[in-house]
């Protein structure tokens, strides 16, 4: 049988999901989604998805600190638009980590840039959520 | 400080959104694209019809 490109697709996508089946539990891809953007779409073997994520999630943490945005820190009501933003910023993992560890993040938001920047944190966790939850199904088996 | 117009964030937060939208959402590299394309296209847009809006409102 001629080899054709639609053969070599499809084979490339079984090997891809036997890969898939005998990789990383799904919960560590999970959290390793959660704690880099990208790196559990590199545990099951899509990396360059994991290299667009990994350069999509960080360009978007790093122009909303560039624009002084505002990293929201733990608040103390539970329900607030303060804590609604920390669980945003929270998805961004190893980024928050950083973040905290080194004071970025901790301005004033006084002009409008800098309000857009502290959006940009927040939706940035938020797309890392989204992609850590998809590399997991990846893993599962629930998304080709 | 970076400080961009605001239709520069829009086009900035409409590519990378859109990028992620595109990988998670979809499973095939061709609608992966296709949906990326959609969903810039729908950020864009829409902002733009809803300054339009508010404009409108105002005056």
Known sequence: MPTTRANVKVKGNAARSKAGTQGFPAGIVLLAGWLVPGLGHLLVGRWVRALLLFVSIVAMFSLGLAMHGRIYPPSSHLVSLDMLGFLGDWGNGVLYLLAAFFGWGQNIVQVVTADYGSKFLVVAGLLNFISAVDAHSLRLGRKS | ?59
């Open chain 2, 1 to 59: 400080m970076f400080t961009p117009s605001h239709f520069t964030a829009v086009l900035l937060f409409a590519l990378f959104a859109s990028i992620v939208f595109g990988i998670t959402q979809r499973s095939e590299t061709r609608a992966m694209i296709r949906y990326g394309v959609f969903c810039f296209c729908l950020f864009v847009v829409g902002t733009i019809a809803a300054s339009w809006i508010m404009w409108l409102i105002k005056h």
